[in-house]
């Protein structure tokens, strides 16, 4: 059941090649359909005993093993949730080979998050990087591929080094099948010199991925190319695979190489928070805001990674949801505004809320929660990291780590209002509201703002599991 | 539950769903939006009536609504101070509901407008009603929020939209404060509810105290528009005028004065913070008074009086004086009101028009405004017997009692400077003739852009009017309240009794007040010599153009408050974000990718003969070498 997670996206995507070019419509809802199918199997298989087939024996133990619970859960429900409402949101042309590579996508980012075995995390690392190297290559704007290979080449680089890591791993402890054991595992067994280039490894991986300062280059072009139904999946999910790898995968397999990165990792989300801000609020591009507006955040949740404090761990699962969120929300609402004026450049836009106030009403909403007002998800996250933080004795860096969110205020505004506000524009077109079938799209998030920003218990009591030298990871359900 | 706890959870609830009522029904409904919303408020104005007993019993009313996780639990809790903001932001909020049906009668947008004014609502009893200071926390983003909303009501307006960023902005440099405080009480209690944290007050390090006074006092300031972050208030007015009664004078604003008193047990173990709140409340009391005399636009006036009267609040609730700071919001939420209800029918009247120059000769086409603003001024400068003389002595008198002298003089200072500064409104509006017809330069009025004039049908005059003519009476009587000394005795619970300094004991009370009145005296003369008297009207229109072109530049520019936050904050984060932009990304951090890259494709040029020269042969390589690996060890899996 929850390997069909992963083989049931993958079967009905390259299934989906099947279907003629010209039967769009029917493309598109059979995604939605199978999307949604992830979600419910996703529900239903949380918790469900872990499912597992013997694969290597030599040079080390792996198995295909995968399981669903804690944090894995609520991403995998993220994904298989932003999937469905980025795919019902918007239209694209050759919408055919579009779904199916969104199918693609979504299975292998499944395969991430489910995986129970290091060399099969790895696996799926690496594949998460082809449907959006496809789609990078095959919706470019202007027909310039150069954003796809510096993804690819980038994601690569990280993608090897974790895989070498992975394989280095495996030699020294004889197995891979480790993702989810207790905190500590291994921690005797892994000489400080092997230790230590193993979490280089992983940890090289996870910050080109998240991105973190200073290795987020990449980011902003491939947010800007992607078309805005991949670019939500992507920034709302594969964003935090990195970040999952830090809190799940290296925290409790290597604790002391985590506590010894712990001041070169704060430098870097420190930085992150506040160079990711401040440049946001000057970007004329708005897809460049929200990707910079991601760096920033993301680096919040990098901080409270290698605090070692569970409420600040609490906080992080709670961001990590919340930030998919409202990111994908953002990011499909922005593809809509694009969809109807043919752009969105803040200096091009300009009083639409006259004219389409239910679009403004949308973009509003994920504007709000992306700046962290109180009672959506965005605060409930940030104000339990920066509590565990402070509680942690980290009293600089929480302090300095208010000021971007009052910079985020100013950016995520600035965005709106520059949209939405001010006198209508005569020079762009005037197109209709969003009809009703693009805010059926948008409800779920909506919803799931809200209800992650009032009582975000759930996600928060996800498990927090503490480990020898203070080290604290998150749990994502029992191995069994 | 309880009946009680089912009751407070209505009347919190109640403005919430009337609000996405009218925003999810809003174009079908129109003006009966108007008749929903203030029903959505005046109902919990009477539930709120039902729930005194219990909230003035031992304890107060206790409603426990749910956990995030250990030390963040979240419930309501009705006590004596809480319940008073209840009945004021529901009654006094209720009334000011029923006047913006009139006000806002032809404006198109009607159903959202009261969506958003419900949904303040909500907000504020949200952040009174909050056992804890992470709920606090939500009520004081989301009034933020709607402040945000309705300043930028008229959004067509780029003015307007302006204001609304900034009021946005500033507010969450409070919250950033406000969260500040709930780290370091977290940390040092574990747990964010007011009960634990209080009851450890006492046993806290007077750092960590002090520290989180501070926090929270930033908090306070930006919210309640004390010096330095309270330039968003004047503009703020850029919203209809009923907001500004409701949000920008009679409750939002006061949450500060609210916080501070709820966290007495705070502020009473750390004589620093109390220093530091009551100065920073009269510095801004003097600071928003000086300020209102320079103002030709009505509601920037109220809007600099608004800010001068909370510093008095802040400063009567930071010395410790907190029954006397609470009595001045009480009355002046009532006063406060009752003058910008009255200062919109006139601008309502004169389609727009904001300016006092243009104005002059009002009393007699408009006797109920006339009338309102006159009491609402009486009240305002504390002339016996109308309501703010008890409050605004309780203030100043309250400062030298708990040993602040130097403060409880700025008191009385001001207090003269707010007596010339509201007559001089008074006398300019209302007394004389008439200047509409006046061009602008004869006035001195630099050149603006005029709105448009909305010539709409007018709902009946009663709408306006009633509400107005309620609030005069608690404007005369609401500072009798401390007659046989029931006041204090209401929160006799909450604060610990006060220390007679020994000043207090030389000055009697009796004393100190004659030297206000003093003050005010000298104030309304000057104010009357001026612009009152028939030389003053008679000449008005070159008096006001004299004075428009000669007005001192540090109060033109407000003490250049703004520039400050300008060149301070606002351009050096622009200038280092557009430096990162251009220069740090592509050329420093991509510089050194682009040498990484070079130097593979070096050592790949060097090891071996074959070269493509692209980047993407290497990628492919890299993708291939990938691909191997795994195959290697699926080769290996797959023999065994």
């Known amino acids: 059941m929850i390997a069909a997670l992963v083989v049931l996206p993958i079967a009905a995507g390259l299934a989906l090649y099947l279907v003629p070019r010209s039967a769009e419509l029917t493309a598109k809802w059979l995604g939605v359909l199978v999307a949604f199918a992830c979600f419910v199997i996703a529900v239903l298989g949380n918790g469900q005993p872990d499912e597992s087939l013997r694969w290597l024996q030599r040079p080390f133990t792996a198995n295909l093993h995968v399981g669903l619970g804690g944090l894995g859960y609520w991403i995998v429900l993220l994904l298989a949730l932003s999937t469905c409402c980025a795919l019902v949101a918007l239209r694209i042309p050759r919408q055919r080979d579009f779904v199916a590579q969104m199918l693609l996508l979504l299975g292998a980012m499944s395969g991430v998050f489910v995986a129970r075995d290091l060399l099969v995390f790895a696996l799926f690392w690496d594949l998460m990087l082809i449907p959006v190297f496809l789609m990078l290559v095959a919706w470019a704007p202007r027909r310039n591929t150069a954003t796809a290979w510096r993804y690819l080449v980038y994601n690569l680089s990280g993608g090897l080094a974790l895989l070498l890591a992975t394989a280095a791993y495996g030699v020294v402890e004889g197995s891979t099948d480790v993702i989810g054991l207790s905190v500590g595992h291994g921690a005797t067994a892994i000489g400080a010199v092997w230790g230590t280039w193993i979490f280089a490894g992983y940890a090289f991986g996870f910050l080109v991925k998240t991105p973190v300062w200073p290795f987020h280059t990449w980011m902003p072009d491939t947010y800007a190319d992607l078309p805005p139904p991949a670019v939500a999946v992507v920034s709302a999910v594969q964003s935090k695979a990195g970040l999952y790898g830090f809190l799940v995968v290296t925290a409790p397999l290597l604790p002391d190489q985590m506590r010894a990165a712990t001041t070169l990792m704060f430098v870097l989300g420190l930085v992150g928070l506040v160079y990711g801000a401040l440049v946001a609020l000057v970007q004329d591009d708005a897809k460049r805001i929200v990707a910079y507006s991601s760096l920033s955040h993301l680096g919040l949740i990098l901080l409270a990674a290698f605090s070692g404090n569970p409420v600040a761990l609490a906080g992080a699962a709670v961001y990590i949801v919340a930030h998919g969120l409202f990111s994908a929300g953002l990011f499909i609402v922005l593809g809509q505004v694009e969809e109807r004026e043919e752009t969105r450049l803040l200096s091009r836009l300009g009083g639409l809320g006259e004219i389409e106030p239910k679009l403004a009403g949308a973009l509003h909403i994920m504007v709000l929660a992306a700046l962290g007002l109180p009672g959506l998800c965005g605060f409930a996250g940030e104000i339990l990291i920066l509590t565990g933080l402070y509680q942690a004795g980290a009293v600089w860096p929480t302090a300095i780590a208010l000021v971007p969110i009052i910079l985020a205020a100013a950016y995520m505004l600035r965005l709106f209002q520059h949209f939405m506000h001010g006198p209508p524009r005569e020079d762009i077109p005037q197109r209709p509201d969003l009809r009703p079938v693009e805010l059926l799209a948008l409800a779920p998030l909506v919803v799931a703002i809200v209800l992650l920003g009032v009582y975000p218990g759930p996600v928060a009591n996800s498990g927090v599991v503490a480990g020898p030298n203070a080290v604290v990871s998150l749990a994502i359900g029992a191995r069994r | 539950m309880s009946n009680d706890a089912l009751v407070l959870l209505a009347l919190w609830l109640l403005p919430l769903a009337s609000a996405i009522l009218i925003f999810a029904f809003g174009p079908m409904l129109r003006r009966s939006a108007g008749v929903i919303g203030s029903g959505a408020v005046l109902v919990p104005f009477a539930l709120t009536w039902v729930l005194a007993a219990s909230a003035l019993g031992t304890g107060g009313l206790k409603v426990h609504l749910f956990d995030w996780i250990a030390g963040f639990s979240f419930g309501l809790w009705l006590d004596p101070l809480s319940l008073l903001w209840t009945l004021i932001i529901t009654g006094v909020g209720g009334l000011i509901h029923v006047y913006a049906i009139g006000y806002m009668w032809s404006d198109r947008a009607i159903a959202r407008f009261f969506a958003y004014m419900n949904f303040f609502v909500f907000a504020m009893l949200t952040l009174v009603l909050s056992d804890?200071?992470?709920?606090?926390?939500?009520?004081?983003?989301?009034?933020?929020?709607?402040?945000?909303?309705?300043?930028?009501?008229?959004?067509?307006?780029?003015?307007?939209?302006?204001?609304?960023?900034?009021?946005?902005?500033?507010?969450?440099?409070?919250?950033?404060?406000?969260?500040?405080?709930?780290f370091v009480l977290f940390a040092a209690t574990g747990s964010t509810a007011y009960a634990d944290v209080f009851a450890k007050a006492a046993t806290l390090a007077p750092a960590t105290v002090l520290l989180a006074c501070i926090a929270i006092f930033i908090g306070c300031a930006a919210k309640s528009a004390q010096i330095p972050l309270h330039t968003w208030l004047p503009d703020a007015m850029e919203g209809p005028t009923p907001v500004s009664a409701l949000i920008h004078a009679a409750t939002m604003v006061t949450a500060g004065v609210y916080l501070v008193a709820r966290c007495a047990p705070l502020w009473d173990v750390s004589p620093e913070a109390r220093a530091l709140v009551g100065t920073i409340g009269a510095l801004t009391a003097l600071v928003g008074a000086i300020l209102g005399i320079a103002q030709w636009d009505i509601k920037r006036i109220l809007a600099y009086s608004t800010m001068s009267q909370i510093g008095y609040m802040i400063m009567g609730v930071g010395v410790g004086a907190y029954q006397a700071g609470?009595?001045?919001?009480?009355?002046?939420?009532?006063?406060?009101?009752?003058?910008?209800?009255?200062?919109?029918?006139?601008?309502?009247?004169?389609?727009?028009?904001?300016?006092?120059?243009?104005?002059?000769?009002?009393?007699?086409?408009?006797?109920?405004?006339?009338?309102?603003?006159?009491?609402?001024?009486?009240?305002?400068?504390?002339?016996?017997?109308f309501s703010g003389f008890f409050s605004k002595d309780a203030v100043i008198y309250g400062a030298l009692e708990r040993g602040y002298p130097l403060l409880s003089l700025i008191g009385v200072v001001t207090a003269g400077i707010t007596a010339y500064y509201m007559c001089r409104m008074l006398f300019v509006t209302f007394l004389g003739n008439n200047r509409g017809n006046v061009p602008d330069v004869d006035l001195g009025i630099p050149a603006r852009e005029h709105s448009e004039p909305h010539f709409g049908e007018s709902a009946p005059a009663w709408v306006m009017g009633a509400p107005v003519a309620i609030l005069m009476v608690p404007s005369v009587v609401a500072g009798w309240v401390v007659f046989g000394g029931r006041w204090n005795a209401l929160f006799a619970s909450d604060f610990a009794p006060k220390p007679e300094s020994a000043l207090a004991t030389v000055l009697p009370e009796w004393l100190v007040g004659v030297v206000v009145l003093a003050f005010v005296a000298w104030g309304v003369a000057a104010a009357y010599h001026r612009y009152g008297s028939f030389d003053a009207t008679v000449s008005a229109v070159e008096r006001l153009r004299a004075e428009s072109q000669r007005m001192a530049q540090p109060l033109v520019r407000a003490f250049y408050f703004d520039d400050a936050l300008e060149a301070l904050f606002v351009r050096p984060a622009r200038a280092v974000g557009s430096a990162f932009m251009r220069v740090v990304d592509p050329h420093v951090i991509d510089g050194v990718v682009r040498d990484v890259v070079w130097l593979a494709g070096w050592i790949g040029r060097e090891v071996r003969a074959l070269q493509t020269g692209l980047v993407r042969g290497y990628a492919l390589v890299l993708a291939l070498g990938a691909a191997a690996f795994l195959a290697y060890f699926a080769l290996i899996g797959a023999s065994r």
């Not at chain 2, 992470?134 to 004081?140: A, E, T």
């Not at chain 2, 067509?156 to 902005?169: E, G, H, I, L, R």
């Not at chain 2, 910008?340 to 086409?365: C, N, P, S, T, Y």
């Open chain 2, 326 to 385: 609470i009595l001045h919001f009480f009355t002046h939420a009532f006063f406060k009101a009752q003058l910008f209800l009255a200062a919109g029918i006139v601008i309502h009247a004169l389609h727009d028009e904001q300016d006092l120059r243009k104005m002059g000769g009002l009393g007699k086409k408009m006797p109920l405004a006339f009338w309102a603003m006159t009491i609402g001024t009486l009240a305002i400068i504390g002339f016996p017997p």
């Open chain 2, 132 to 182: 804890n200071f992470v709920g606090l926390l939500v009520g004081w983003g989301l009034v933020g929020l709607a402040s945000y909303f309705l300043i930028g009501f008229w959004f067509f307006k780029p003015s307007a939209v302006a204001a609304a960023m900034k009021a946005f902005v500033i507010n969450v440099v409070g919250d950033a404060g406000l969260m500040f405080a709930v």
